[in-house]
């Protein structure tokens, strides 16, 4: 089945440690998003790619980085940059248009030890 | 400044009952709006809407949009405690804006 797959589940980082998150699709979709969601709040893009090796920063990309070396992935790294990176991170993919609705990932939890 | 803003943030009802929620949007450019429901995990597409008036629906939901007055409602009735999750309203204008949700809760 064609979907989003995100890794890992749940995820702890030390403090001044760089993290990656994984994701993954197989829907043949041109553009990719990582957003952030903390409670109470909506979703927050942090950053967005369009097509292979061409990325764009989102509302809140402080912190962050990405790349784009292959269609199917999209990863997102949390440097030590970013001083509160305790949240949910979903990704999401769609055909490039932006009034198609999207698809999700299942998310990745991230927690500070 | 793009904004979505959903009412009411939380609501809890009982089992049976039907319950509206509300979503009111500045978009630059307006091109649609999308109703997302978020349990746990991923949020899964409800509804796109692009026409005024048109209500779409699904089985007991039901979302329609007002482009006059720069709204959309999501109906759901005859509720079920399946139907606990946040629901979460976008606009796609020049980009997309997210509302903050409605978290529903349905008690038996």
């Known amino acids: 089945d064609g979907g989003i797959t995100q890794s890992p589940k749940y995820l702890f980082r030390k403090e001044g440690q760089n993290v990656t998150l994984s994701c993954e699709q197989n829907l043949n979709h041109d553009a990719m998003y990582w957003y952030r969601q903390d409670p109470g709040q909506g979703l927050r893009l942090i950053y967005y790619s369009q097509i292979v090796n061409d990325f764009q920063k989102g509302d809140i990309a402080e912190g962050y980085s990405v790349s784009r070396e292959k269609k199917e992935s999209f990863p997102l790294t949390v440097t030590s940059a970013q001083k509160n990176p305790t949240a949910f991170y979903l990704c999401a993919s769609d055909i490039g248009h932006l009034h198609q609705p999207q698809h999700f990932g299942d998310g990745t939890r991230l927690s500070i030890l | 400044e793009d904004k979505v803003v959903q009412s009411p943030l939380s609501l809890v009802v009982h089992e049976g009952d039907t319950v509206t929620l509300n979503c009111s949007y500045e978009v630059t450019n307006f091109r649609s709006l999308l109703w997302y429901k978020q349990e746990k995990k991923a949020p899964t597409f409800l509804f796109m809407l692009?026409?005024?008036?048109i209500e779409k629906k699904s089985g007991r939901l039901s979302s329609i949009l007002d482009k006059k007055e720069l709204f959309s409602i999501l109906n759901i009735t005859a509720t079920q405690t399946g139907d606990s999750a946040v629901y979460l309203c976008v606009s796609s204008g020049y980009a997309l804006n997210f509302g903050k949700g409605t978290s529903l809760l349905v008690t038996p």
């Open positions: 692009t026409s005024s008036g």
